[in-house]
């Protein structure tokens, strides 16, 4: 239909059943896209019980220049991509958050309400940090376990407090009682504030170039697109191997043009290797050239797709 733009596909779900799904928006310039299941609308988190994305864009290559948020959603996506539930609990959190700063900016500031919410924070809170806890260590293993390779390795750590204890082993109980109770230490301060300065909203993820010691912030573009690029692929060779992680996609947009030739090559064996379904974009073919007979290949031209020869 006009003012539509759909993309329909059958995947395999767990019992080994093709399902159809469609994911797109109702009109053009919308806010929202929508997801559904053989016809049905549904929650777009659904879509990971089916499959699960990691991708990289040229939007994300000034991640470790940009502000601590953008870093946060980042890392909160390849959290996601192995823990479905974490979105719900993002969402459950922000949510609250909302709810507790309208009181405690708007007023009635009720306590025994405010209580109520600050529960409700701190066991989202909780969870997140775990998970964000959990993803990071999953996350550091694998690039210490990749040995000698052409993209720089990185040590990352986590700044929040609550991030923090999760990894140093305390229990979940720990984490939410520690927040429930800061939460409501810091009422006064976070209604002068106009926000709330105390949660997991305000961890940062920090990243570190390991062979030459340097915040990743201080190195070169090329060691920094390296590096996100390194920490992408170590996602994608964890979901490949995951038994909880089905049918694990690749999206890598606009990334062979700084590469290369050499770490091009690399990152081809490596996607091969990887033995999941990947979709590399670009705007100069001849980037490509090394995947020549292992990959097939599309030009878009207008709204017309073409298989291009020798792909």
Not at 83 to 95: F, G, I, L, Q, V
Not at 148 to 167: C, K, S, V
Not at 185 to 208: K, M
Not at 274 to 286: K, R, W
Request: glycine share 8%.
């Amino acid at each position: 239909r006009v003012g539509r733009a759909w993309a329909v596909a059958a995947v395999i779900d767990q019992d080994g059943e093709p399902v159809r799904v469609g994911t797109g928006v109702e009109s053009a310039g919308a806010a929202r896209r929508t997801v559904r299941l053989e016809g049905e609308t549904v929650p777009p988190g659904r879509l990971a019980d089916l499959q699960r994305q990691v991708w990289l864009t040229p939007a994300q290559d000034r991640l470790f220049l940009e502000g601590a948020g953008d870093r946060r959603r980042f890392f909160d996506r390849l959290v996601f991509a192995a823990e479905p539930a974490h979105a719900a609990h993002a969402s459950a959190y922000e949510k609250s958050q909302r709810e507790r700063m309208r009181l405690l900016t708007d007023g009635p500031a009720d306590p025994t309400w405010l209580t109520a919410l600050e529960a409700r924070l701190a066991e989202a809170g909780a969870l997140m940090a775990s998970a964000r806890a959990r993803t990071l260590q999953a996350l550091q293993e694998e690039i210490d376990g990749r040995g000698d390779r052409p993209f720089p390795g990185a040590r990352m750590t986590l700044t929040g407090d609550w991030e923090r204890m999760a990894a140093e082993g305390a229990e979940l109980a720990q984490i939410e009682d520690r927040l429930a109770r800061a939460l409501a230490g810091a009422r006064d301060r976070d209604a002068a504030a106009g926000r709330a300065l105390t949660g997991p909203h305000r961890g940062d993820l920090a990243v570190i170039h390991a062979e030459k010691d340097r915040p990743a912030a201080e190195c070169s573009t090329g060691e920094q697109k390296a590096l996100i690029l390194n920490l992408v692929l170590a996602q994608a060779a964890r979901l490949s191997r995951a038994e909880s992680a089905p049918n694990p996609i690749l999206l890598l947009d606009e990334v062979a043009a700084h590469l290369d030739r050499r770490r091009r090559a690399a990152l081809f064996d490596e996607i091969e290797a990887l033995g999941l379904q990947a979709f590399l974009t670009g705007t100069d073919e001849h980037l490509f050239e090394d995947l020549t007979d292992r990959a097939q290949g599309v030009r878009v031209d207008g709204q017309a797709l073409a298989i291009l020869d020798g792909a």
